[in-house]
T-cell receptor
Framework: NAGVTQTPKFQVLKTGQSMTLQCAQD?????MYWYRQDPGMGLRLIYY???????DKGEVPNGYNVSRLNKREFSLRLESAAPSQTSVYFC????????????FGSGTQLSVL | KQEVTQIPAALSVPEGENLVLNCSFT??????LQWFRQDPGKGLTSLLL?????REQTSGRLNASLDKSSGRSTLYIAASQPGDSATYLC???????????FGGGTRLMVKP
């Protein structure tokens, strides 16, 4: 049972480049989330999807887009990367939208030069 | 806006000691509160979840308590072991929104 799988684990981009972070869960969870973790700022919610077919902004959505491709997959896209987006990105899932025990992926360390 | 604070930011204890990690939150209208563990370079693992109607939850050597009126939660770790060394984070889920607010974490080191 893999849980929440994120790819890639590491990525280096140049300013202005685009990329998509992939996330998949095999627990049949309804809700999925993207967080970023920065020193001194803690974990902050970027976007979430309460259920298949819906997405909503979190605390820091600017510069990002998301797609809930199906119940299993939730991707995060950076259209034009900026140095301020250097961070560790975590995908998470839960059975429903009220955060009944979150399950996290292992993270993607992204550096934007 | 909910603010969650964890003090101290770092803690070092000898193996076998019982210890308490603290979490405080400013808005008592929470739906639930979760405690997580994060190992270096890894994602977060949920340890305990306390619903707003509950006072505490226990799992093995871990016990988490919740006092909404004072805006505090504690995580008690009994008979600490070197394998308990990690960063522990708490997160409050507010009734009014759909977002967890995380504390900054307490980095725990248990020395053999």
């Amino acid at each position: 049972n893999a849980g929440v799988t994120q790819t890639p684990k590491f990525q280096v981009l140049k300013t202005g480049q685009s990329m998509t972070l992939q996330c998949a869960q095999d627990m049949n969870h309804n809700s999925m989330y993207w967080y970023r973790q920065d020193p001194g700022m803690g974990l902050r919610l970027i976007y979430y999807s309460a259920s298949e077919g819906t997405t909503d902004k979190g605390e820091v959505p600017n510069g990002y887009n998301v797609s809930r491709l199906n119940k299993r997959e939730f991707s995060l896209r950076l259209e034009s990367a900026a140095p301020s987006q250097t961070s560790v990105y975590f995908c998470a899932s839960s059975e429903d939208r009220v955060y009944e025990k979150l399950f996290f992926g292992s993270g993607t360390q992204l550096s934007v030069l | 806006k909910q603010e969650v604070t964890q003090i101290p930011a770092a803690l070092s204890v000898p193996e076998g000691e019982n210890l308490v990690l603290n979490c405080s939150f400013t808005d008592s209208a929470i739906y639930n509160l979760q405690w997580f563990r994060q190992d270096p370079g890894k994602g977060l693992t949920s340890l305990l979840l306390i619903q707003s109607s509950q006072r505490e939850q226990t799992s093995g050597r871990l016990n988490a308590s919740l006092d909404k009126s004072s805006g505090r939660s504690t995580l008690y770790i009994a008979a600490s072991q070197p394998g308990d060394s990690a960063t522990y984070l708490c997160a409050a889920n507010n009734n009014a929104g759909n977002m967890l607010t995380f504390g900054g974490g307490t980095r725990l080191m248990v020395k053999p």
